[in-house]
């Protein structure tokens, strides 16, 4: 296979500016090419897509990519068809994919970025490009036709990973959050990824891009680090079962 | 009405035990009747219901009541006909509602709590006590027919609720969450309880139970916090349009 998958943990790192610490991962996804980049802002929930587009385009553009926001397009499975990148915000990972749904966009983003349009998503975008948004972080404030997303990756992401919990707080660490994922999915894996991390998929291989690592759960209690630059093939993954035909999933 | 309806933010507040700053809500929900209580333990994931049932059949017993899990029971649906009191644990909200709607329950602890049984909920237990599981701050682990739950009040509960973030990381604070909430969902309204605090309906009116008070979110960036002993008419909360025909929600 021949695709271009980046996901990206978080638009911040640490207390950089906006996708600041981004740059040599999406010049690895675009490859200096003149691509001209279709954005969704559909993650963005309490401000306005063109505030959105207006703190994303600035970024693509010192790359030295062009960038235009899917919400000025009149027709918008047109624009997806069209587009020669593909890149995905983060905000409210159950927004984004009831509004892919609703512009009936899931099926035909899949298509595009199977047949090698690179695709770039940040926390909620990378969720999304998932088999399902079943490790997302985020509060489930509108209900999507169903949890199944872009199917993208044959594994979960769960961004914006940090460890532990505040201390005297009894809510459930993400550690706790992922132990109950893999208790009912396994043998469905997650790979975690602290903020500045991403893997890179090219459809056959993934590969841990930031110096923070990635920590790969493939059953409840087991995990291990895989460092920056070190790559896994896709076909030991196991995902839901059935990729493609796959219509819905377990518990 | 005359309801009996205790929603708590947590099994546990501080370094206390397992429900042990809880004596006093518990018995303002069951006054020291002779009842028994049905437990429901769906919201456990990473550990069986009979270690579930362990834990918490203590607690009533130490404060007077009986206390049986619905696991044993061969029919369900008549053990929530026959119950004296409803008592649902803290665990995973999602996990919790599909099993729920599995066991065909939903409908049954509605008709049961409206006619005057009392219902103590903690954590997830609150959460689908609401209109709709939209607050809780759980992963999505599993796929419910619906976000759509108990309706027992006509406002929704975040649960744990702690403000800020830890420093250096990205991800939305709590506050930031329900502020996308509101922003799609407004008027409908919730109240943030800090690990420790309650809220008790009797149908007619709230009252605030806990030293750590609550936090009544009535538009984005609007909210007031409500002291210990402070009663609300429910009338003037704005739930989902019409909560007894109610059968979908906004997006």
């Keep these: 296979m021949n695709q271009r998958i980046l996901l990206m943990s978080s638009s911040r790192k640490d207390n950089l500016g906006y996708l600041e610490h981004a740059d040599a991962q999406i010049h690895a996804l675009l490859r200096h090419e003149p691509r001209k980049v279709l954005f969704i802002p559909f993650a963005g929930v309490t401000f306005s897509f063109d505030t959105y587009e207006g703190m994303v385009k600035p970024v693509f553009e010192r790359l030295g990519y062009a960038l235009a926001s899917i919400h000025h397009s009149a027709d ?28 009936d966009l899931v099926d035909a983003i899949r298509a595009k970025v199977q047949a090698g349009t690179p695709y770039v998503g940040w926390s909620a975008g990378s969720n999304v490009a998932c088999p399902t948004i079943r490790t997302t972080n985020d ?3 509108v209900q999507p036709p169903s949890l199944r997303a872009l199917r993208l ?3 979960q992401i769960n961004p914006h990973f940090i ?32 903020e500045g991390s991403a893997l890179f998929s090219d459809g056959s291989n993934g590969t841990v891009l930031g110096e923070r690592h990635a920590l790969h759960f493939t059953a409840e209690g ?18 839901p079962a059935g990729m493609d035909g796959w219509q819905d999933f377990r518990a």
């Design 163 to 194: 460890g532990g919990k505040p201390a005297g707080h009894n809510g459930e660490s993400r550690e706790e959050r992922l132990a109950e994922f893999l208790h009912i999915n396994a043998p469905e894996q997650v790979f975690a990824l602290p």
């Design 139 to 141: 509060m489930p404030i």
């Design 222 to 239: 087991q995990v291990e680090t895989l460092r920056e630059g070190e790559t896994f093939p896709l076909s030991r993954i196991t995902g």
């Design 76 to 103: 918008p499975r047109r624009a997806v068809d069209e587009a020669e990148a593909i890149a995905v915000g983060g905000g409210n990972t159950f927004a984004l994919l009831k509004r892919l749904y609703d512009a």
């Design 153 to 155: 990756v044959p594994f």
